[in-house]
């Protein structure tokens, strides 16, 4: 069953508001796209609607914090990673302000208003000191990101999705930051996957199995801090396949590259290319690969391979 990740996290940060008067929220004209509606209506002194003002809205959060308070900046990915990226540098990051960034509708979810509004360059936000940077999977990984968000203390960035995503979890998955997820098990290959390409890679797993090869997924949900031993680990299969919904530079398959290089693991990225993309989610995932079957034919290729 599919669930709004956006409503997921809004709706349980309105929860966690209740018990912590620090909490605030700020939206960029955004307060419909990025499901703080119930966030306004019932904490409307804690709620500050900045307008088509990125640049304003993070300053505003990094000041309001310095005061106390735990800021939630909520508004397109697209352009809190590009309009407000000096303030989300030095506001944020270089002052250790109590900021957290939540870039809603990223990666291809616009992918039919343009270049102007994909956002397939934000995980560049994990070069800037202390901000943690993550990409939940489902519903409820989003849930467990507000609460630990709220009580955290520290600077972060977080993109989410537009669309209802699939479940991947149960509401008994534990997480830890810092740490990969083990969506599925096995010692032929390694799916490395974030945000929204998870089910993806749980499905290629799916397929996989059919031809008898057991890959294992893990979700980097936290891509700062980064789980290198769960890469390491991973090197020591047939070879990794790398699925996101970012562009090449500074995504997941780099992180993944500059560990895998120490032992000289096979590894296949999908990403997005460097060009002109325009199209509806879905169609671009097709056009680009990031698709299970392709995946699983990835991961087919490179244990072949080793084998031969």
Avoid: W
Avoid at 212 to 220: C, E, F, T
């Amino acid at each position: 069953m599919k669930a709004n990740i956006r409503k997921a996290f809004a709706d349980r940060l309105v929860e966690l508001a209740a018990d912590d008067g620090s909490i605030f929220a700020a939206a960029t004209d955004s307060r419909g796209s990025s499901a703080m509606d119930s966030f306004a209506q019932k904490y409307p002194d804690r709620f500050i609607e900045c307008g088509i003002a990125e640049q304003n809205a993070v300053s505003l959060a990094a000041g309001l914090a310095k005061t106390g308070k735990t800021v939630f900046v909520c508004g397109p990915a697209c352009f809190l990673s590009s309009r407000a990226l000096e303030q989300v540098k030095v506001d944020v990051g270089y002052n250790n302000t109590n900021v957290k960034v939540i870039g809603v509708s990223a990666g291809l979810s616009y992918g039919p208003l343009g270049v102007t509004h994909v956002s397939l360059h934000d995980f560049i936000i994990k070069t800037f000191p202390n901000i943690e940077v993550f990409a939940p999977s489902d519903c409820v990984q989003a849930r467990f990101m507000a609460e630990y968000l709220a009580k955290s203390g520290k600077p972060a960035y977080m993109r989410i999705g537009r669309g209802d995503v699939e479940n991947v979890y149960s509401e008994t998955q534990s997480f830890g930051i810092g740490k990969a997820v083990s969506v599925r098990d096995g010692d032929d290959a390694a799916i490395i996957c974030c945000g929204e390409t998870v089910a993806i890679g749980a499905k290629a797993h799916e397929l996989l199995i059919k031809q008898g090869i057991h890959a294992r997924v893990l979700d980097m949900f936290s891509l700062k801090p980064f789980d290198g031993d769960a890469i390491r680990s991973a090197c020591k299969t047939k070879g990794i396949v790398v699925v996101e919904e970012h562009g090449y530079p500074s995504g997941l398959g780099e992180a993944v590259c500059r560990i895998a290089c120490e032992s000289g693991a096979k590894v296949h990225s999908i990403a997005l290319p460097e060009e002109t993309i325009i199209g509806e989610q879905e169609e671009l995932f097709k056009h680009y690969g990031l698709t299970p079957e392709n995946v699983a034919n990835a991961v087919q290729s490179l244990v072949k391979q080793v084998m031969c």
